[in-house]
């Protein structure tokens, strides 16, 4: 890379992780992590298979897992390589993330030494391919329903696996339809002493030769609107008998007397304590939808700087395209978002590895406040960032005209891979549900049952402090803060500091409106009044992610050195801020925190920002770090001749 700029942008956003990333980028070829245009199913899943395999063999499949077992770097960069493989085929980014993700991150994470000793070895190397089978045709995001039945039978001192009833049949399993040899399998535990709750057992589904096993029926999903390399299927037991062994007994099993075990006595905290161990499985969908995001804008912003279309008056040569403001202003507000996203993502994979990754002395653990934050902004992030690659590349697909849906361009399998990114794990307005759910928590934890007029004092008290204590000993975002211009000072557009504080005036607000709405609610209105708030509620959620998003981004700029870089990247933050504040501008204006001027104000700056930015554009692409040998569309490595009207 011969620009300085980009180099400073490029490892800038590469964060923490940042050998991984370089390793990934020496040593991958495209042919690992491409597929063809127009390939047949049964050829794309072959090709996949096969790229598995091919990036099991150079170590990748080997990131994360303990090193006891012969894992490399550490839990965190998992994450970070999975961002990196988002820029091939989304087909093969989901059938890594099944293999090494989801099926061996469930095995290492949920089971124990007994597991890890005859099978992690065997699936880092993607030997053993498996699957992760939790959804069920009756129940996707409602996980602590399943019907699949895991009994305890004590006359063999054997499980029996049962799918009971039609809505019990586990579907859309990754890895299920072909290459699957073993399963994760999410069901009720039932023992002579009563129920237990989920649990997961891991058990073989087909023989060495790929035979499916007796009781057990695999059916194809077949064709799907996208990641047409995964084969997608369906598992259904009828009394398959697995040893007890098979339990994945990190947090419960059953002893040799057939007595059910466990730490944790209560089964809600036992299944949610289950489920909070694999919260990488979000963190790694949404930077993976986000890398897809960041490639097609790569594509848009590099043909949109050589495709021309109509002259000006009095001018021989068509106007470049994106030297209209209308172009600009479609990818570029897109572009900020995601260098935003980026931050984003670098924060919440390093608490992901400070909580999850780093091992603590025997007896202790980390606090139930920590890992919930940690929960409630990976659910929301993963919804925010996968939203914006389904957006993106929408715009990025409209952007290249018909060039753009030509499927050598790399755009429009794209966008119909990721359209699924906003429903598996976990629908993402179920997602942001969950993260309005953990703020009031810490709000109900923070004011109890306070009267109301003590709840507006105390309120008060704390928006002005900063209602979430996540924030505390940031001192660049604290300087920032005292800087803060207020709403009708006629420079505050271009300060940092207003900026934030908008988006903090924004959060606090809404939390604070939606807590006082339902304190009111009780055991009889309860749902009632939960479901007719729930665009507020939504609206809270989706404004805390907003401003946890802001927060990392403008934490990482505060960290570069000064210079030609951090200025490009404030005016990059200040698009994206911007952005935001102009889409929820009918919220500002009327919760006075803007008036008319200012509000005007807004818009032409981002106009002048995007105007700032053109001339950048190839410097922010590149910045990006995107690996030039998998950017293969025609249209952005020059080689596109074909002109569309």
Request: glycine share 10%.
């Amino acid at each position: 890379m011969n620009d300085p700029v980009a180099l400073e942008l490029r490892t800038t956003l590469d964060g923490p992780w940042a050998a991984v990333r370089g390793d990934f980028r020496e040593q991958i070829e495209p042919s690992m992590l491409l597929g063809t245009p127009g390939e047949s199913m049964q050829a794309q899943r072959e090709r996949v298979t096969d790229q598995v395999l091919q990036i099991a063999s150079i170590g990748h499949g080997r990131v994360g897992f303990p090193q006891a077992y012969g894992g490399t770097y550490d839990y965190g960069a998992s994450c970070a390589l999975f961002e990196m493989q988002g820029y091939g085929d989304l087909s093969l980014l989901v059938k890594l993330g099944v293999q090494f993700g989801l099926f061996g991150g469930a095995v290492s994470r949920l089971g124990t030494q007994r597991h890890h000793e005859e099978y992690l070895r065997g699936i880092m190397d993607a030997q053993i391919m498996g699957s992760f089978a939790m959804t069920e045709i009756g129940h996707g995001s409602n996980v602590q329903r399943l019907e699949t039945t895991i009994t305890y039978d004590p006359a063999t001192d054997e499980l029996v696996v049962n799918s009971p009833t039609p809505s019990s049949v586990k579907t859309y399993i990754g890895n299920a339809a072909k290459d699957a040899r073993m399963a994760v399998v999410f069901g009720q535990l039932l023992t002579p002493e009563g129920e237990f709750g989920v649990h997961a057992v891991l058990m073989e589904v087909r023989d060495a030769e790929g035979n499916v096993l007796p009781g057990i029926t695999i059916e194809d999903n077949g064709v799907k609107g996208g990641l047409p390399g995964v084969d997608n299927g369906t598992f259904a037991f009828a009394d398959v008998r697995i040893p007890r062994s098979a339990l994945l007994n990190k947090f419960a099993d059953i002893d040799d007397e057939g007595r059910y075990q466990s730490d944790i006595a209560n089964e809600n905290a036992r299944f949610f304590t289950m489920l909070g161990t694999l919260v990488r499985g979000r963190v790694c969908v949404g930077g993976g939808a986000a890398s897809a995001a960041k490639k097609g804008l790569a594509i848009a912003l590099r043909y949109g700087a050589r495709r021309r279309q109509f002259e000006a008056p009095g001018a021989e040569q068509e106007i470049v395209v994106l030297d209209y403001l209308a172009h600009q202003r479609k990818l570029f507000p897109r572009l900020a978002k995601s260098y935003a996203l980026s931050f984003a993502q670098n924060a919440i994979t390093e608490t992901l590895q400070e909580l999850h990754g780093t091992p603590l002395p025997d007896g202790e653990t980390h606090p139930k406040e920590a890992i919930r934050e940690l929960e409630t902004r990976a659910a929301g992030l993963k919804a925010v960032s996968t939203w914006h690659a389904v957006d993106t590349l929408q715009a990025c697909r409209e952007a290249c005209g018909g060039a753009g849906f030509i499927a050598e361009n790399q755009l429009t399998q794209a966008r119909a891979d990721v359209d699924v990114f906003a429903t598996f794990e976990g629908d993402n307005t179920v997602l942001l549900q969950l993260v309005a759910k953990g703020l009031l928590t810490e709000y109900k934890e923070m004011f109890g049952d306070l009267a109301m007029a003590e709840l507006a004092g105390l309120v008060t008290k704390q928006v002005a402090e900063g209602l979430v204590e996540r924030t505390t000993g940031r001192a660049g975002l604290q300087r920032l803060r005292d800087l803060a211009k207020g709403r009708d000072h006629e420079s505050a557009m271009d300060d940092t500091g207003w900026l934030l504080s908008m988006f903090e005036q924004r959060a606090d607000h809404a939390l604070e409106t939606v807590g006082k709405r339902l304190r009111k609610a009780g055991k009889d209105n309860g749902f009632e009044l939960f479901n007719s708030a729930q665009d507020h509620v939504l609206f809270a959620a989706r404004t805390h992610i907003d401003r946890c998003i802001l927060e990392a981004a403008l934490e990482a700029h505060d960290d570069m050195a000064d210079g030609e870089a951090k200025e490009l990247m404030r005016k990059v933050l200040a698009l994206y801020a911007l952005s935001s504040i102009e889409e929820d501008k009918a919220w500002f204006l009327e919760h006075g925190r803007l008036n008319s001027v200012r509000s005007r104000q807004v818009t032409a700056s981002i106009n002048d920002l995007c105007r700032e930015l053109r001339p950048r554009v190839h410097t922010l692409v590149d910045g990006m770090g995107i690996p030039e040998s998998l950017i293969t569309a025609p249209i952005a490595t020059g080689e596109h001749t074909t002109t569309f009207a």
